[in-house]
């Protein structure tokens, strides 16, 4: 017969140092996304506010919701989460904002009224301050805006529709 002849296993170097070098990216990527993951945790204190069906008609033609008639003017109402304030901004447009604070949210003193000055929404709990305007934060500790539903006027029959 002849000879025993065995395969031979040839490895080209330039295939090594390539397959080192992905090994090398693989791991890099593994720990760069374990960081991400392990850094990018949510502050507990600054959590979502509770989502509610809202779908509330105001009748600007009611007495207690007069003061609405007038640009620059605010109202409450008893929707939402913590009820809702209305604010009339130009002459068709309006806002209105949650009245829950948004830093810890699940905290029944979590709320929202507005101040003396009738620029703020403060929250006398913790502290936080937003703009009547639009639910800006003005100051902390809260860094998240208040949540703002969508608001639709009917000038004729004079009735505003506030909806998420």
């Given at each position: 017969m ?7 296993l040839?490895i ?6 390539t397959?080192a070098?992905?090994?090398r ?14 850094t990018?945790k949510?502050?507990s ?5 509770q989502?509610v ?8 033609s ?14 409450y109402?008893p ?9 009339h ?8 904002l949650?009245?829950?604070c948004?830093?810890q949210?699940?905290?029944s ?9 009738n620029v ?9 301050k ?5 639910g800006s ?17 009917n ?10």
């Amino acid at each position: 017969m002849g000879k025993n002849t065995y395969p031979l296993l040839i490895i080209r170097t330039e295939n090594v140092h390539t397959f080192a070098a992905m090994k090398r990216m693989k791991i890099f990527f593994t720990c760069a996304l374990m960081l991400f993951l392990v850094t990018c945790k949510k502050d507990s204190s600054q959590s979502e506010v509770q989502y509610v069906l809202v779908d509330y008609y105001v009748y600007l033609s009611q007495p207690q919701y007069g003061l609405l008639n007038t640009v620059g003017n605010w109202a409450y109402i008893p929707s939402g989460v913590r009820g809702i304030v209305v604010y009339h901004q130009s002459p068709d447009v309006f806002i209105a904002l949650e009245r829950n604070c948004t830093f810890q949210p699940s905290t029944s003193s979590a709320v929202v009224s507005v101040d003396s000055s009738n620029v703020f929404l403060a929250d006398t709990s913790c502290g936080s301050k937003f703009y009547l305007t639009d639910g800006s934060v003005a100051h902390g500790p809260a860094t998240v805006p208040l949540k703002q539903y969508h608001t639709s006027y009917n000038s004729t029959s004079m009735t505003l529709h506030i909806y998420n």
